[in-house]
């Protein structure tokens, strides 16, 4: 990350196969009133096959004159994307959206903003509104944050050791902040989405790496986006593969949370002493784990539950030989506040 950087913004949107999606989330981020700050876009095409690249050049020339730029990131993975985008950007405030997010006309001014109230906040987000292709499902509204939809804290302010992690989905971050991270040897430990897999959860691994790293998490309501949603993620089948995409995502977070436990490492944070854990809920459960296919089970929290806990079982045992090891190299990791860590 040797790309100087100087004072704006940088809005970076992550694409797989997003030539049908990009046009309106451009519209909507082509329309901002941001008053003498300087930004840009960046869309990083990650491994697409269908014509993102050429969709995102040709509509942006015809409705904003903000720098623009394409560029390739081969390696699949959001994880590797967003690295990617941070590499390139220019200013000093990352700011990332996703192809289906459609930014409020303030978005780049509070971005700025907020981030250069505090030169302390490592990374900062928003409020997240639906909007539905189809009449959300009976369970929708409960469920909302699992599409990353919704408030993210009861008031504006600092969370970082209260909620702890922001959704990716409009998360901004100091560039700053993460290079500091990259430079002393911070390594993603999830490749978050590639392609169609709904194995997820880097973006709570930036923010929980900054705050062990010293930095704040910062939510501010104001910074408000449009969420679209198609019929086929409304889906309660699509929620339950998310949800056991969740759970897979848990087992790569856990040494970022682990970390702050006090004492040397117990028979409780070994994977085999969590992996029992899990197959006792799932025996206690078992009525659920045997119907988890029956219709009338749709939009029980126990089912979304019962998913969680299998996702996260299967990767634990994916990742039995190398569980301890990856506890060890966060703990030991050098850009690891000695005082976080007990």
């Given at each position: 990350m040797s790309k100087k950087h100087t004072d704006g913004v940088s809005v970076v949107i992550c694409c797989y196969n997003s030539s049908s999606r990009l046009p309106n989330t451009l519209k909507y981020l082509s329309e901002q009133a941001a008053k003498g700050v300087p930004w840009e876009v960046i869309v990083v095409d990650n491994a697409s096959t269908d014509d993102t690249s050429g969709t995102a050049?040709?509509?942006?020339?015809?409705?904003?004159?903000v720098p623009f730029t394409v560029v390739t990131e081969k390696q699949s993975g959001l994880s590797f994307a967003r690295k990617r985008g941070l590499i390139e950007a220019q200013y000093t405030f990352v700011s990332f959206i996703d192809d289906d997010n459609w930014v409020c006309p303030e978005w780049v001014q509070l971005v700025y903003n907020t981030m250069s109230q505090n030169s302390k906040i490592g990374a900062c987000g928003g409020l997240n509104?639906?909007?539905?292709?189809?009449?959300?499902?009976?369970?929708?509204e409960n469920f909302k944050e699992?599409?990353?939809?919704?408030?993210?804290?009861?008031?504006?302010?600092?969370?970082?050791?209260?909620?702890?992690?922001?959704?990716?989905?409009?998360?901004?971050?100091?560039?700053?902040a993460m290079q500091d991270l990259l430079d002393s040897g911070f390594i993603s430990l999830l490749s978050d989405r590639q392609g169609s897999s709904l194995i997820s959860g880097g973006d709570s691994e930036i923010c929980y790496a900054l705050r062990l790293a010293g930095w704040r998490i910062w939510y501010e309501p104001g910074l408000t986006l449009k969420h679209y949603l198609p019929k086929d993620r409304l889906d309660w089948n699509y929620l339950t593969r998310l949800h056991r995409g969740f759970g897979a995502s848990s087992v790569g977070l856990d040494p970022y949370c682990l970390i702050n436990i006090q004492g040397e490492r117990s028979l409780k944070k070994t994977w085999q002493w969590k992996a029992l854990a899990i197959i006792k809920f799932l025996l206690i459960n078992l009525d659920i784990v045997i119907h988890l296919a029956n219709k009338r089970m749709e939009g029980n929290l126990a089912v979304l539950s019962v998913e969680w806990q299998i996702g996260r079982l299967y990767q634990l045992l994916k990742q039995r030989s190398t569980y301890s090891t990856r506890l060890d190299d966060v703990k030991k990791a050098v850009w690891v506040k000695p005082e976080l860590t007990m």
């Open positions: 050049v040709n509509l942006w020339k015809t409705i904003s004159s509104e639906a909007i539905c292709e189809i009449e959300p499902p009976f369970w929708f699992s599409y990353a939809v919704g408030t993210q804290a009861e008031r504006a302010g600092d969370i970082t050791w209260t909620r702890g992690y922001l959704w990716g989905a409009g998360l901004t971050i100091r560039k700053r």
